[in-house]
């Protein structure tokens, strides 16, 4: 239980704009990103991302967005973006793996459910997700 505590605490601090005019546009999209309201949320996430482009977590929720709407090539730049600024972003490297798995390509899922479990060993998706995987690639 203490691990999924930790992460949570991971998620809150990954979506804390540095500024607060970020940050309300950031909690805006999410609420269009939750309200299915996709078009204006890629909108408001593209505003974050041009507010504050080092802020990793507005170009995961975009990405996020982008993955929602079934355009995983744009989903795959943010995610490459999210990870150049937060390596050990296990959110964005789960979307990741996803599109891969979602496009039939197991050897990158397989590599980035890899990923996530030197983040956190615990992850117990990724070790069934990639269990099933080498069983099929067998």
Do not use: C
């Not at 949320?41 to 709407?69: D, H």
């Amino acid at each position: 239980m203490e691990a999924s505590r930790l992460l949570f605490n991971i998620w809150d601090i990954w979506s804390i704009a540095d500024k607060q005019e970020t940050q309300i546009i950031f909690d805006e999209a999410n609420q269009f990103m939750d309200d299915g309201e996709l078009d204006s949320a890629v909108e408001l996430f593209t505003k974050v991302i041009k507010q504050s482009p080092e802020f990793a977590e507005g170009w995961n929720k975009r990405a996020t967005v982008y993955f929602l709407k079934g355009e995983f090539n744009k989903s795959i730049s943010d995610i490459e973006k999210t990870l150049y600024l937060e390596p050990r972003h296990f959110g964005a490297l789960d979307g990741l793996a996803e599109i891969y798995l979602i496009k039939d390509d197991l050897v990158g899922a397989a590599a980035t459910y890899r990923r996530i479990l030197e983040i956190i060993p615990s992850s117990k998706k990724s070790q069934d997700r990639l269990r099933l995987i080498n069983d099929l690639l067998v």
